[in-house]
């Protein structure tokens, strides 16, 4: 009889859905069907089983051929270039669990790295508005259970997110809004008429990269003071419906994507945004949100916060205390000023993400990439080490992009022999410390004595 | 396990009404024992203080409000941090330091437990992973239930067996240790931007005032027998005129008897009582009520309160009491973040700079030390400072001399811009109590080890309670007469012994020890309504499937389940 698994967690997007339902063979080896999910989720689950999965390490040899190898080798390899390197670049973490993010601190403050996230080119200007500004903020059921005006500024959730509009923001029904989209008013404000626009009330179509200005007018007109007939491109009676709609709102909901902080502006942008949602406070009540990629980016932000007190771009190198100057200690800046020499991709695919001098620059030194899947980055890389699929093949924490813990369930085993990241990491760390003869630092927990054993066997 | 043997030192252990008698503490297999025996590990402490590890009652070290402020701070680790040494992670942070620094700096002043005050239950997993990334130090941490829709339901229908069940259930869901109460009512008015401010403003739509739940929330906890009381946050918190509220909230306990197997006597636990012990109607003449409060406290024999007290630094407040952030964002205009937590809760955090020059810290911090100096009651009165709320938990230190030492506040006051606009809205200047070594020991061991059902575990040095023996390089017969030589001795013990385990020396850290994670696993009967509107509600209000929500075994690595039955 095939197992129907309830409540898993989807390794796709930001919004972390956890409802879906996934039939397994009798045989707990192949994924029939997957129910709930969206077109991509779908085939993330999918594409699991299907054939043609590297299962082994593999290594580049001398004639530009990979040459599959042990997991012990690539441990060895891996712990190798750690230590050798005088500042390792750890980037990535999109798409793994909270468990290997912790783990990986391990192996960054003992091999003096810098550890960086996907952040660093998406989400790093809304930090840096954070930072300044701080962050009023609410759990998605917040805006399901009470959000009578929804605001999307820069971004598509219908096509990037692809069930954020049915299951939080516009169309369920929640407590304080049973008539569900009807009890919402959607304000969309993008230069392009995308699928969310065409779900709104009313669509801002603000010029290009003009997205302060009308931030602007939003918070001028607020206040109660006279606006220019047009602002960014949008003219007055528009601005002026927007806010009266706002005016009015029970609680306000306002989510903003890459098209807010990578247009000009940036993090400024952001800090505006922000500044907007605590000027909405005064007359009710007003949240904003970050829509974030992947279904656990907002993990590593987490958990190195906790570790280190940062979220992202976080230099190790010192070895007694960390720090963090973004442009400075951030990935991009790293590698384009040939300030690191060695790169690890975990979880991500800085191939295809980087621009391309900078892939350049980090290609003149050794290279591990660590992920499930053949990626640019896994085929340009020095070392290839597969890992099992987070949400499929392994369970764990990951947050959602409210920052809502949920914790994922594995559905199926990995393919024979291949292991999580945070055992790769954990192996990694103890044939650090056996490279260099030191004792590791241990809090006590189980999986360490999982990697111990594996080591001493 | 090693045998170790505390020659000489001073003891002082107020379960026993030890006060600094020079005797020997003797540790086998992780606990204390009688005697030890000839092989044992001695160590000599004579002319130094000796007392069991410290118990903190209240501090925020854990969770989502706790990592908003590290994020939303990178100016927090600007603060001078501890290099790592060889063998020991990265310390950062100073009001909100990194896990790894707050397990060493508990160890460094020898405490034992921490209970974080403040767990949104939909964050649990994210408590648990923070809890299990803190060395040392054992932790618990208390859900928040003041503004839970269920809750909020069955009290406003009477149904304390429904609440009982689902308080229960919730517990063991997130691995909680008992019931808190943040600004009840008030943080789901913030829902809509609104607040409860006193006892009689109902709660929007759900229609049940803060009196209710506070009194519903004190009955459920007494069926149920925890081994805590309720710990209450109050309506009001942080305003002038708010010391009316809080007696009156105190009063909703008066006749009610503890029932529990634990020893704990206080059915409330009124939590950093100095935000709420503020006279004046503004503040232009804000003043200090602490007399007025401790008066109503030491005649109420089942209260027990925290300091809260203020340590004029810069730091972060944070709180489930959201609409106070909010205002408190209002009065600074430094960055702000909320967050909102469905079906359950609230979070803010603002910065915050405690200033000697500043008239209203001066009454702050006067009416944090007054609480303890006009207290008549030290077994129910015990050290915080609402960390990082009031100032860092690194500061207990400077809080002891402070109570310690006259000629240590006299020169605090001395030290203020409006030293006399601060002496006039207070009494502190005229106080000349001086707390003794035992008195602090009351406070930070013993007296907090019973509020929390605790008293077989922490807070003294028999035979048969854990074996956390911390020795201070004090000598009690002679005093520093430098208070800065008494608070550097409370900040780094000369030795910490943890569970059997020497985990400081000479104020370093040795050793990860093997700390705990503490939780409560209380067993009602079947209450299928309840089952019933639990799954109801997870279906169509909250966003995160049940099956993913309940903290997995896992994420708590080394549990201590205290087990409760509650009689049908
Ligand atoms: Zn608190």
Redesign the pocket.
């Known amino acids: 009889m095939p197992v129907t698994h309830t409540q898993v967690g989807c390794p796709y997007c930001g919004a972390s859905c956890d409802d879906l339902e996934v039939v397994v063979s009798d045989d707990g080896k192949e994924i029939l069907e997957v129910r709930n999910a969206c077109a991509i989720g779908n085939e993330i689950f999918h594409h699991a089983t299907k054939p043609g999965r590297v299962t082994r390490p593999r290594l580049r040899q001398e004639d530009g051929t990979h040459k599959e190898i042990s997991y012990d080798e690539a441990v060895d390899y891996a712990a190798k270039v750690m230590i050798e390197a005088k500042k390792p670049l750890i980037y990535g973490f999109g798409s793994t669990n909270c468990e290997a993010m912790a783990a990986i601190g391990r192996v960054a403050e003992k091999g003096g790295a810098v550890l960086d996230n996907c952040a660093s080119i998406c989400h790093g200007p809304s930090f840096l508005a954070i930072f300044d500004n701080g962050y009023p903020s609410c759990t998605l059921g917040e805006v399901k259970n009470r959000a009578d005006v929804v605001l999307f500024w820069g971004c598509n959730p219908m096509h990037a997110h692809p069930r954020h509009a049915s299951r939080y923001s516009v169309f369920p029904r929640g407590f304080f809004t049973r008539r569900g989209h009807k009890n919402r008013f959607v304000i969309c404000i993008d230069p392009r008429e995308t699928d969310t626009a065409k779900i709104s009330n009313l669509h801002l179509m603000v010029n290009q990269g003009h997205d302060y200005d009308l931030f602007n007018a939003f918070r001028t007109a607020l206040r109660g003071h006279e606006i220019p007939e047009e602002v960014a491109g949008v003219p007055r009676e528009q601005i002026l419906e927007g806010v009266d709609a706002m005016k009015k709102a029970r609680f306000i909901s306002i989510f903003y994507g890459m098209g807010l902080c990578h247009t000009d502006g940036r993090n400024h942008n952001v800090d505006i945004a922000i500044s907007l949602t605590r000027d909405l406070n005064a007359i009710t009540k007003a949240t904003i949100m970050a829509m974030r990629g992947h279904y656990n980016i907002a993990g590593p932000g987490q958990v190195w916060s906790w570790s280190y007190g940062f979220p992202y771009c976080i230099d190790l190198s010192k070895g007694s205390v960390a720090h963090m100057n973004p442009g400075d200690t951030s990935s991009i800046d790293l590698a384009m000023r040939n300030d690191c020499d060695a790169f690890f991709n975990i979880g991500t695919d800085a191939g295809a993400h980087f621009p391309i001098e900078a892939v350049k620059k980090l290609r003149k030194h050794p290279w591990i990439t660590i992920d499930p899947n053949i990626c640019m980055a896994s085929e340009i890389a020095d070392l290839h080490i597969p890992v099992a699929v987070v949400g499929v093949e392994e369970g764990g924490v990951v947050y959602r992009m409210d920052n809502v813990p949920i914790q994922f369930k594995k559905v199926i085993e990995p393919p024979e022999g291949v292991i999580s990241d945070e055992e790769l990491f954990n192996r990694i760390y103890m044939r650090m410390c056996e490279l260099t003869e030191t004792e590791p630092v241990w809090i006590h927990h189980p999986a360490l004595d999982v990697a111990k054993a594996v080591t001493e066997e | 396990m090693a045998e170790l043997l505390i020659k000489n030192g001073s003891v002082f252990d107020p379960t026993r009404s030890i006060n600094g008698d020079v005797m020997d503490v003797a540790i086998r297999d992780g606990r204390i024992v009688e005697s030890a025996g000839p092989n044992a590990k001695v160590i000599d402490a004579s002319g130094k203080t000796v007392m069991s590890g410290g118990v903190d009652i ?1 501090a ?1 070290v854990a969770g989502p409000k706790v990592n908003a402020g590290r994020t939303m701070r990178p100016e927090d680790k600007l603060f001078k941090s501890q290099a790592a040494a060889g063998g020991y992670r990265m310390e950062m942070g100073f009001s909100i330091p990194s896990t790894f620094r707050t397990g060493y700096d508990y160890a460094r002043m020898g405490y034992a437990f921490v209970m974080e ?2 767990m949104p239950p939909l964050h649990s997993p994210h408590v648990h992973e923070e809890i299990h990334d803190t060395p040392i130090v054992d932790e618990a941490a208390l859900p928040v239930f003041g503004n839970n829709w269920f809750v909020l339901e069955y009290l406003k229908r009477g149904e304390i067996e429904n609440a009982a069940a689902y308080i229960a259930w919730l517990l063991k869901a997130s691995k909680g240790y008992g019931i808190k109460v943040v600004n009840p009512g008030g943080t789901e008015a913030w829902g809509w931007g609104l607040n409860c401010l006193t006892l009689d403003d109902a709660v929007p739509y759900f229609q049940i005032t803060p009196k209710e739940i506070v009194s519903g929330l004190i009955e459920t906890n007494e069926a149920l027998g925890l081994p805590h009381s309720v710990h209450i ?1 109050q309506n009001d918190l942080g305003n002038p005129g708010n010391y009316r509220t809080t007696i009156d909230t105190l009063r909703l306990a008066e006749g009610v008897t503890a029932k529990n197997r634990f020893g704990r006597e206080q059915v409330i636990h009124s ?2 009582l100095q935000f709420h012990a503020y006279g004046g109607d503004g503040w232009g003449n804000f003043e200090s009520k602490a007399r007025e409060v401790v008066d109503y406290v030491n005649g109420q024999k089942n209260v027990t309160f925290d300091l809260g007290a203020v340590t004029l630094d810069e730091t972060t407040t944070m ?1 489930a009491d959201g609409p106070f952030e909010h205002h408190l964002n209002g009065l600074n205009h430094l960055k702000w973040t909320n967050v909102d937590v469905e079906l359950e809760t609230a979070a803010g955090v603002v910065p915050y700079v405690y200033s000697p020059s500043i008239r209203v810290c001066g009454i702050q911090w006067a009416i944090g030390l007054e609480l303890a100096l006009l207290c008549k009651d030290m077994d129910r009165c015990f050290i915080s400072t ?1 960390h990082p ?1 009031a100032g860092p938990f690194t500061r207990y230190p400077r809080i002891y001399t402070w109570l310690m030492s006259r000629k240590f506040r006299d020169e605090t006051i001395g030290s203020f811009k409006y030293s006399d606009k601060v002496v006039a809205a207070t009494e502190i200047a005229g106080l000349d109590r001086e707390i003794s070594l035992y008195e602090i020991a009351q406070m930070t061991r013993s007296g907090p080890a019973k509020a929390l059902g605790l008293k077989d575990l922490y807070g003294g040095l028999s035979p048969g309670q854990d074996g956390n023996v911390v020795i201070y390089d004090i000598d009690p017969a002679n005093l520093p007469s430098d208070p800065s030589k008494l608070e550097a001795a409370f900040q780094r013990a000369a030795w910490f012994i943890k569970t059997g385990e020497v985990v400081v020396k000479d104020g370093e850290i040795m050793n990860h020890g093997n700390k705990r994670t503490l939780w409560v696993r209380a067993n009602v009967p079947e209450n299928p309504q309840v089952k019933r509107d639990i799954h109801d509600k997870f279906i169509k209000d909250y966003t995160v499937g049940l099956q993913n929500y309940e903290v997995r075994d896992y994420l708590a690595p080394n549990p201590y389940v205290i087990e409760v039955e509650m009689e049908a």
């Open positions: 209240h925020h005050a403040a946050h939590t950093h709180t609402d709320n």
